[in-house]
């Protein structure tokens, strides 16, 4: 392990402090009763939670005499043939456990590759419980992110029937300041689902200047840049997005290249920096191309649509999703060619074309209930029921919203539960009841609030400048007002002072 890495890591093990964690505890316990074979799934925010674990686990079992033994899981097809190297493994002269670790949160680039690859290879583990059990005398540990736990109950129920023991390890989320000193959130910070972004600058900024590090420099910006992008702070993630590209541009090998550039175009996007997202998407695309990286190019495609929707321009956005289509398709990604699918229904709904986005919403809840890609589908039934909201059907948007709140709720995804309450909101202020559409905006403004979503904030305060009069009203124009102006929408102010009645119908995809 370089030096780099290693500081890096002692870094990251001083703030998970395992020895105080009483998740980490039952663990160890395991291991101090000796008990033999044991199936074990351990969920971590990230690899580095991951290597953190794995470095602890090693040194406490060489204590007496043994070690981990790790299986290497380097690129998806590994995770796919699990079974078969589990069942070919012979464990070594002082192995004390067998360890299978990769944690991809849903934050990184290609999340969904690496769900496909978990499922497929546990899904054909499942069928060898028994003969792993006979096989391994010390524990089997699995190691991955949160949403570990729900691939395997869903798709290896007979492997998790017999899992002795589900611990979740967290690094204390560290406070996050308020945004532009313009909103203090009382609320507690989310935990970030991606990389400490504050931990990676730091690294960043003590090799700045070492001969030899550029790549370093640029591999802890570019992870800066997801940690913030997880925390929705898009300002500063495009600023750590923009160094790495410009570092890896230099130094770097093409699908590098690409990833800091994809990921630099989603968040450009995120600021509406429509134009240059739209740029620097083709770009990364390009590079993902020369790389021959299929997913990559299709998850290009696939983003350009979603900016080309947003500028306006529906036959570009529905071109760029045919050509992502079927890359996505001959990758076996269901979850991408969902997205497209999905899209395809935004323009329909663009169009007016109820019916079709109608139908083209059914296509793509089917593909992420496949895939057991829950806010996929949970997205799904909150597009249908903006279908039936278009159409005046406030009984199915109802029932449509509700389906997807439950989902978001079950998954922790505050923003999807926001946007859900802020619907029900909007039928309750359209069938006259004001003081329910009041209580609605008011919930979905505390969650908006929690995850620092200044658009989302201000769309709400301007939907309760509808329902309400006098001071508060005007109280409520200032403040969606003032969370515009933090994230630099000039736009969005000129329409609020311009069209005073008017509600925008969808917060950008």
């Known amino acids: 392990m370089s030096d780099q890495r290693s500081t890096f890591l002692t870094s990251l093990a001083s703030r998970y402090n395992l020895a105080d964690s009483l998740n980490w505890q039952p663990l160890i316990q395991h291991f101090e009763l000796g008990r033999g074979f044991a199936f074990i799934v351990l969920l971590v925010p990230n690899d580095d939670g991951a290597e953190v674990c794995r470095a602890a686990l090693d040194a406490y079992l060489r204590e007496s005499g043994k070690h981990v033994q790790q299986i290497p899981i380097a690129v998806p097809d590994d995770l ?30 290609h999340y969904q590759v ?10 054909r583990l499942n069928q060898f419980r028994n003969p792993l059990r006979s096989q391994f005398d010390i524990p089997l540990i699995f190691v991955g992110a949160p949403w570990l736990q729900q691939v395997l109950r869903n798709n290896a129920p007979d492997l998790w029937s017999v899992q002795t023991l589900a611990a979740r390890v967290v690094a204390p989320a560290q406070p996050q300041p308020a945004a532009d000193g313009l909103v203090l959130r009382k609320e507690p910070a989310a935990p970030a ?9 730091t690294e960043a900024n003590r090799l700045r200047g070492k001969d030899g590090t550029e790549l370093d420099v640029a591999r802890l910006l570019h992870r800066a840049g997801l940690g913030f ?24 090998a093409s699908e590098d290249v690409a990833e800091s550039g994809y990921q630099l175009g989603m968040a450009l996007a995120w600021v509406e920096d429509l134009e240059r997202a739209a740029a620097i998407l083709e770009q990364a695309r390009a590079e993902y191309e020369r790389a021959g ?12 649509g979603d900016v080309a929707f947003r500028l306006g321009d529906g036959e570009t956005a529905r071109e760029r999703y045919g050509d992502a289509r079927p890359l996505f398709r001959t990758a076996g990604n269901l979850r991408g060619e969902a997205d497209c699918v999905s899209g395809l229904g935004d323009i329909a709904v663009r169009y007016s074309d109820y019916e079709t986005a109608r139908m083209r919403y059914d296509e793509a809840l089917q593909l992420y209930r496949q895939t057991g890609d829950v806010r996929g589908e949970a997205n799904s039934l909150s597009a249908l029921g903006d279908v039936a909201f278009h159409c005046a059907d406030y009984e199915t948007a109802r029932a449509r919203y509700d389906q997807a709140l439950l989902l978001y709720r079950r998954i922790g995804d505050r923003r999807g539960e926001a946007n859900s309450l802020v619907r029900f909101g909007d039928i309750e202020a359209i069938e006259g009841n004001g003081a329910i559409a009041r209580e609605r905006y008011n919930h979905a403004l505390l969650l908006f609030r ?60």
Request: with cysteine; aromatic share 6%.
């Open 80 to 109: 796919k043939q699990l079974a078969g190297t589990l069942l070919e493994l012979q464990p070594e002269a002082g192995a004390g456990a067998i360890w299978v670790a990769r944690a991809v949160p849903e934050a990184v680039p």
């Open 114 to 123: 690496w769900f496909e690859a978990w499922r497929e290879g546990v899904a």
């Open 193 to 201: 689902r991606g990389p400490d972004p504050e931990l990676a600058l």
């Open 229 to 252: 992008a997880a925390r929705n702070q898009w300002h500063e993630a495009v600023k750590a997005f923009s160094e790495a590209l410009d570092i890896r541009r230099a130094r770097a």
């Open 293 to 304: 990286n299929r997913l990559g190019t299709a998850s290009c495609l696939q983003r350009l």
């Open 450 to 509: 929690q995850i620092s979503d200044q658009y989302s904030i201000g769309l709400v305060h301007q939907r309760l400048a509808k329902v309400t009069q006098g001071n508060e009203r005007e109280a409520h124009v200032a403040a969606a007002r003032a969370a515009w102006a933090s994230i630099g929408r000039q736009d969005l102010i000129e329409f609020l002072e311009l069209t005073p009645q008017t509600l925008p119908a969808t917060s950008p995809k």
